[in-house]
């Protein structure tokens, strides 16, 4: 490896800047290529951030094909994730993979496989675990101050927040709120109670919002859900109960809340009015609920502000210094799978209108 870890781009994006800024601020990181579908996009990203001296290219191919790059962030669309991240591995590239993994599980079972086949590493896109307050609501869960957690809500949603762009289209998106914000709610709920199995998912997702001219101006082209929700069974008599939004006539699909044997911890989600809600890393208030000497209490517990921007560039130097150092990938697939067998498993279950078995 050269003295600085010589990074491709692979879709160059608007979630591509967002690793571009912080790649730009580490010293011992150079951007040497991106690649962009469209002719010019990745030519004109690379320009807009001063890497004038970086190569474009056309397609993943192109880029992967370079032997003098160490790795990748993978940022195209949730369709392609698996190929580009594949073809990265199998060029001897360790990748950093946006959110969500993939669309399937099946898609998710190859990355996996090429990864073990390469040697490389691959962590997956969510920034919200470097941030404290999430940080901290694991701590208290893995202290065993709940006792066995039991049943976990996600919660939250928005009442309106629609993106446009690819978002909604599901040739590239593969899904709607669930794959955007969705998944993110799936990743607090599993990291938190320490990834048990998914076993089953009844699942249901509606579209009444985006398909509506009323509420989105662009719903003629509109093809993924705006709402989804699951009753998810997991191993060890766990039950995970999911719904996220990005449209609805409601202020919040609820809480966040774990409940335990001994005690219960509710987190609300972020305080914003009409767009939020997404536990992408920022939450709103945090309280134990517990008997003190045989008498219910309520606890606050003490939350910090936090910048997503500061948690985004959090995940991206974990990953450089895990490839600069050698060591394992800090979001590691072996947990994430889990999370894309449930996304898997509610797109299977709410087009099928009854519950399926997760295959693992």
Known sequence: MSEKLRIGIIGTGGIAHAHARAYKNFPDVEVVAGADIIPGKARAFLDEFGWDKADAYESCAELCARDDIDAVSVCTYNSTHAVCAIAALMSGKHVLLEKPMTITLDEAKDIVAAEKASGKIVSVGFQPRYGANFKQVRDIVSSGALGDVYYVQTGGGRRRGIPGSSFIDKDKAGVGALADIGCYALDFAMNTIG??????????????????????????RFSVDDFSAAFIRLEGGITLDFRMSWAMHMDTTGDFLFLGKDAGLKVRQPHYELWGGAWDGVVGDITLYHDVLGKPTATP???????????????????VDAVLTGGSAPIPTSQIIYNQAIIDGIIRSAAAGHEVEIDL
């Open 301 to 319: 517990i003490p939350i910090e502000k936090e910048e997503k921007a500061n948690l985004f560039e959090a995940k991206v130097r974990a990953f």
């Open 195 to 220: 990834y048990p199995k998914p076993l089953t998912v009844s699942a249901v997702a509606y579209d009444y919002f985006g398909k509506n001219p009323k509420y989105y101006k662009e719903s003629e």
